[in-house]
Structure formats: structure tokens, C-alpha cells
């Protein structure tokens, strides 16, 4: 299968959510997991790189997929992807470009981090749009990154309702936490676990009702 994380607003966290459900599938399913780096600024693969320092055994590999390959100029490589018992996970840049488009289409899931500021409503709802017109054939599941518990989103209602026609929202939000700034390809702390603990399951409850498998 093939999740994605991606939409076109920078700093959302997609990285950091890629990083942190990696490490969170590898505690949860005896699957393989592989992570596909498809930004240019590499940040997955640099940091899973500068973790070889680390006395911990690796837990999946990471693979750059660089500006001029054609990753998928043969469809079928991405349908293998997608047709394997592996979880692939794909972290994608902040700004959108043609070469994704296959990527979009055919990906599994599509893991759409957003927040509640004005800009990241825009780039969320025009993102969404975009899914549409690739005719993206991908589940939307959206969920609300660096969410600050002590705040009323005043836009929250809206942007929900809206954004739930196309997806579903999970439910539990990953806060705003300190100890989500400083993450690591081959381990989660107690503290990390229990940030993503909740809204990861969520996720891979609807995985496995989509897919109807158990992961
Ligand atoms: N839940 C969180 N709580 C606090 N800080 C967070 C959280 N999630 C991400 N961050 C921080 O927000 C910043 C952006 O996160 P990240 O790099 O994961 O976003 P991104 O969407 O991958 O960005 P880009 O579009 O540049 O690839 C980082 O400094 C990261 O540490
Ligand atoms: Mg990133």
C-alpha cells in the first residue's frame, strides 16, 4: 500500500508526522515499512543519515527519490507499490509540482496535515481542489497538526465541515508538543508515543476499515 503524506503548505508537518508513523507502524505491525524521500530538501533521509550516530538499530530504509529521476515514467513500478503487503510511505515537499501527480493519483492514502490559520485554510482547501482534479483516487484523511488545546479556532466549524465533504478528519488532533520538535528516525519516546498515540491509531483504524485488513 502507498500512504502520502502531502499538501501544498509548507510547515505543517508532514515530515515530522512521516517520521513519527514510521516509527509508530514498526511498534504496531510486522509489516515492512519503507519511506520514499520525495522532497528535495531531503529532510526524512538527512535525518534518518545523521541517525546512523545513534546506537539503534535502524527500523525501515529510507530512499531519496532525486529531482531528475522519472520514479514513476513506468507506472507499474508505483502499482507494485501500491499492490504490496509493505506500508510505503511517501513524504512529500510543501509545494506541489506535475511530477507528483501520479503519486497523488494512485496513492492509497493521502495524510493531509493542516491548521486553523488563514493560510493554511487556503492552501488546505486549494490542495483538496487540486486531489479533485487529478481525480486523485486516494482516501483524504486530514488531520489537524500543531494544535494549540487551549485556544478557540474560530474557523474550526467551518473548515471541518467543508474539508469533511472530501475526507475524513481524525479526530483527536496531534498538539502543539515540545517533544515533537526534536524527533528520531529509530525510536519514539514515551512522551512522543503518547503525543501521537491516539490520532495514529485513528488513523490506522480507517486504514484497516478501508482496506478491510488488519495491519
Ligand atoms: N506537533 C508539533 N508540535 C510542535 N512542533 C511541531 C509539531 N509538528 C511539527 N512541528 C515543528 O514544525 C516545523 C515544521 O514541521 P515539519 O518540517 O514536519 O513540516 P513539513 O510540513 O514537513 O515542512 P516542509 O513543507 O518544509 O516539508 C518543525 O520545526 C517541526 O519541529
Ligand atoms: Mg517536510
Known sequence: MIITFATQKGGTGKTTLSIAFANYLTEVTERQINVFDFDYQKSFYNKWKEDELLEIPKLYDVEVIGEEEQ?????????ELRDSEDINIFDLAGTLDEKYSDLLIYSDFIIIPFEYSDVSVKSTLVFKNLLGLLESQAERIFIRS???????????????????KYGVIIQNPVYKRNCLQTIDTRKLTYEQKYAVKKPFNEIIDQINETLQITL
Open 71 to 79: 520514479p514513476f515514467s513506468d507506472i507499474e513500478s508505483l502499482f
Open 146 to 164: 500543531k494544535y494549540d488545546k487551549g485556544y478557540k479556532y474560530l474557523n474550526q466549524q467551518e473548515m471541518d465541515e467543508e474539508i469533511s
